[in-house]
């Protein structure tokens, strides 16, 4: 399939869409950060009530982006092509949404967003900023029931952003607003059908393919693949399939009342949506079932996908209320709502300090300490191993190791060269966690960054951080990494080797061979796991392929500490 896009570069895709909108709706949007990947609404913050910040990959118009307005979210962080933000993105988006009341979290049920989220959560809870999450979990047939919180988030989000953003908008506090986005979640369910694939800007080339006639049910936002694939149905057919898996789950009574969104996925004629709508009418109304919302259009695409889907919110008598309550966005309206009071001219600049948020100041020692120096000379060296992490990772995941490893060092070093000499151990930590996942958003640097802020918070009580100290903050770095992304000791992860460093470094009092008992740790993790099969993350997909294989990000932290070492001695 040739590529024909309406684009300039594909590469400049995402900035220009996001520069393009705030150009066409400055009385709407500002930015919230330099590159303006983190926007809110044209009067965030807004003071006295709870923020609500989505966000996740482009190309879902108006899924995330399209949800910021009076009513609805606050803030939105936006990653490249469905490819999830970085942490520092939602951090700029957080501070810029918090009123005072708190943040939300409301976005998709997917891996790089939510470990995405989880750090920008840590980041903001230093600053002294309160969060909680939800997240949308309505395509039933990305996961059985009984596995309901393993479920994507799709079309049926929107129903959450509306009656979440109507609980902000009337005062709710944080825990009342959460608790109504999670009802709302609870009680959506979505399914869709995939006709023809997408074509990602940059890589020129269709998701997945589909033959002449053929449709796929249960196909994911970003081609994911679904249950049955089949010879195109007709709508009426194609709409049962749809309504009997959301009606055999959400139960309703006769005389219940829900909500329906007939969503087209970027390609279909609205007139196709409509015939959709007209039996999913049908079909409620044979059952008793009064539709009290319907919502016709496109709401949660796929960029030129051709497809459909339908969600139903079973409503109770607050979540009917909220649904109905007035709100207003680029792309989305209802009811009366009054354009936004601007902030201040130049409040909103991007590069601006009110932009950036405001993130706490540097403490400072008054004495220059090891450990700035130490890391800075060690990420120096660091980039020398993206080959060798790339060509590991291709065989294992999806070969992007490399370039996380390498463009987070650079960024760590550059992120501490800004600090003073004397910069307090726990901010250096913070600047370097922040700085490794920001570079290149992939679930290892969310992991890698997420520990390293878990190790921050640990040293905090510390007047200063010595070799005696090392074990105890390595252990809050594995803590943080098996809480986040679920491994434990062989599962063939980098938790192996920490777990070793950690044993390695109890009672060490001497920084060089501190360092080189932990580096001789990572290096027997990475040949004694070899053997293994994966058990998390993408390599765990590669299955019994994978025994033989060193773990890549394993080999990663083994290349860290000897480099380590090496400045040291």
Do not use: C
């Not at 005389?255 to 970027?266: H, I, S, T």
């Not at 680029?330 to 130049?346: C, D, I, L, V």
């Not at 190791?401 to 390498?406: D, E, R």
């Amino acid at each position: 399939m040739a590529l024909k896009k309406i684009i300039n570069r594909p590469e400049d895709f995402v900035d220009e869409v996001t520069e393009s909108l705030l150009m066409a709706h400055p009385d709407r949007l500002r930015a919230a950060s330099g590159d303006r990947r983190a926007l809110v609404r044209a009067d965030a913050p807004v003071e006295g009530r709870v923020g609500i910040v989505t966000g996740g990959g482009s190309g879902h118009l108006p899924l995330f982006l399209g949800y910021v307005g009076r009513g609805l979210a606050t803030g939105v962080a936006v990653g490249n092509v469905f490819s999830s933000p970085s942490a520092e993105q939602i951090a700029a988006a957080t501070r810029a949404s918090h009123g005072g009341a708190g943040v939300l979290y409301l976005y998709g049920n997917y891996g790089g967003d939510v470990y995405n989220f989880d750090l920008a959560a840590d980041v903001v809870a230093a600053e002294g900023i309160a969060t909680a999450t939800v997240l949308g979990t309505d395509d039933i047939l990305s996961a059985p029931r009984g596995r309901e919180a393993t479920r994507r988030g799709v079309a049926g989000l929107f129903f959450a952003y509306k009656t979440a953003g109507a609980s902000a908008e009337r005062g709710d506090d944080l825990e009342a607003v959460r608790s109504v986005a999670r009802r709302t979640v609870d009680a959506t369910r979505t399914m869709g059908v995939g006709l023809s694939p997408t074509i990602l800007p940059a890589a020129g080339e269709p998701t997945f393919t589909l033959a002449e006639g053929e449709m796929e049910v249960g196909i994911g936002i970003h081609g994911e693949p679904g249950s049955h694939r089949g010879q195109l149905e007709t709508a009426d057919e194609i709409t049962d399939r749809f309504l009997a898996e959301i009606l055999g789950e959400l139960e309703p009574a006769p005389g219940d009342r829900v909500a329906v969104l007939v969503n087209g996925l970027g390609a279909t004629p609205l007139e196709e949506l409509y015939l959709v709508y007209r039996r999913v009418h049908q079909v409620l109304g044979e059952r008793g079932v009064v539709i009290h919302r319907r919502y016709v259009g496109e709401f949660a695409t796929s960029l030129e996908m051709a497809g459909a889907s339908v969600s139903v919110l079973l409503l109770d008598d607050e979540l009917a209320e909220l649904i109905d309550a007035p709100a207003a966005s680029p792309f989305f309206g209802q009811g009366n709502t009054e354009a936004p009071e601007p902030r201040a001219a130049g409040a909103g600049a991007p590069g601006s300090a009110a932009a950036r948020g405001p993130a706490p100041a540097v403490r400072r020692t008054g004495a220059a300490g090891a450990l700035r120096g130490a890391l800075v000379a060690a990420m120096e060296r660091m980039p020398a191993h993206a080959e060798e992490l790339r060509l590991l990772d291709s065989r294992l995941g999806d070969g992007d190791l490399g370039i996380t490893v390498s463009s987070g060092a650079e960024a760590v070093r550059e992120a501490l060269l800004a600090l003073p000499e004397d910069a307090h151990h726990a901010d250096v930590l913070r600047a370097a966690a922040t700085a490794f996942a920001s570079a290149n958003p992939s679930t290892f640097a969310a992991l890698t960054g997420a520990g390293v802020l878990a190790a921050a918070a640990e040293s905090e009580e510390l007047a200063s951080v010595s070799v005696r100290d090392a074990a105890r903050l390595t252990a809050a770095v594995s803590r943080r990494v098996r809480e986040r992304g679920g491994a434990e000791p062989g599962d063939k992860t980098f938790v192996d080797g920490l777990l070793l460093v950690e044993a390695a470094l109890e009672g060490a009092d001497d920084p060089v061979a501190a360092v080189r008992a932990a580096a001789s740790a990572a290096g027997h993790a990475v040949e004694e796991t070899s053997g293994l099969t994966s058990a998390k993350g993408r390599a765990a997909w590669v299955g019994e392929r994978g025994a033989g294989e060193r773990d890549p990000g394993s080999v990663a932290l083994l290349r860290f500490l000897e480099e380590l070492r090496d400045v040291l001695s």
